[in-house]
T-cell receptor
Framework: AQSVAQPEDQVNVAEGNPLTVKCTYSVSGNPYLFWYVQYPNRGLQFLLKYITGDNLVKGSYGFEAEFNKSQTSFHLKKPSALVSDSALYFCAVSSGSSNTGKLIFGQGTTLQVKP | DAGVIQSPRHEVTEMGQEVTLRCKPISGHNSLFWYRQTMMRGLELLIYFNNNVPIDDSGMPEDRFSAKMPNASFSTLKIQPSEPRDSAVYFC?????????????FGPGTRLTVL
């Protein structure tokens, strides 16, 4: 069965510092991995995805994520955090072998960036 | 691009009443997904459609929930009768095509409160 784990409920960083939001996954076959961000009272907004190819994926707002097959991880990173990055972040996975659009989401990690 | 449109944005109703949530996917998208978000259970996939046909409704909590997609530009999620435990934010999402590679784009959600 597919699953996603986001081991940290909350990540706190100071503005200007690098940030990492962790994600590990379990899936049969090749994984398709996604990151979404949710601001208060808003829908989920797509940040980036890994389908195949280069393990380092660049996305919106300066975010990037690195696919690590051996560690089954897809951590979200940003070199320099902004206060406006404070939000709820979701990692999600679908399976390339199941050939469906079914996404499994992690529980979410709240990112708090302090000035 | 108008994005995924959901209505109403907020709904407050009394237990036992029928509730209908509406969704207009992004034009040209062939897959549509209904999710529910709660603090306790996180983001849950309820049902999804491909080319207006329901593919998997295993996430629908019980027979009180039903979903339809009469055409490519409209879907409804109905709860009859509603119960307080149905209180949640309901999201609709759409993607271009079938299969896990395609990004799902989310609407702003409907916040449902059942008293």
């Amino acid at each position: 069965a597919q699953s996603v784990a986001q081991p940290e409920d909350q990540v706190n960083v100071a503005e200007g510092n690098p940030l990492t939001v962790k994600c590990t996954y379990s899936v049969s076959g090749n994984p398709y991995l996604f990151w979404y961000v949710q601001y208060p009272n808003r829908g989920l907004q797509f940040l980036l995805k890994y389908i195949t190819g280069d393990n380092l994926v660049k996305g919106s707002y300066g975010f990037e994520a690195e696919f690590n097959k051996s560690q089954t991880s897809f951590h979200l990173k940003k070199p320099s955090a902004l206060v406006s990055d404070s939000a709820l972040y979701f990692c999600a996975v679908s399976s390339g072998s199941s050939n469906t659009g079914k996404l499994i989401f992690g529980q979410g990690t709240t990112l708090q960036v302090k000035p | 691009d108008a994005g995924v449109i959901q209505s109403p944005r907020h709904e407050v109703t009394e237990m036992g009443q029928e509730v209908t949530l509406r969704c207009k996917p992004i034009s040209g998208h062939n897959s549509l997904f209904w999710y529910r978000q709660t603090m306790m259970r996180g983001l849950e996939l309820l049902i999804y459609f491909n080319n207006n046909v329901p593919i998997d409704d295993s996430g629908m909590p019980e027979d009180r929930f039903s979903a339809k997609m009469p055409n490519a530009s409209f879907s409804t999620l109905k709860i009859q009768p509603s119960e307080p435990r149905d209180s949640a934010v309901y999201f609709c999402a759409s993607s271009l095509a079938w299969g896990g590679r395609d990004t799902q784009y989310f609407g702003p959600g409907t916040r449902l409160t059942v008293l």
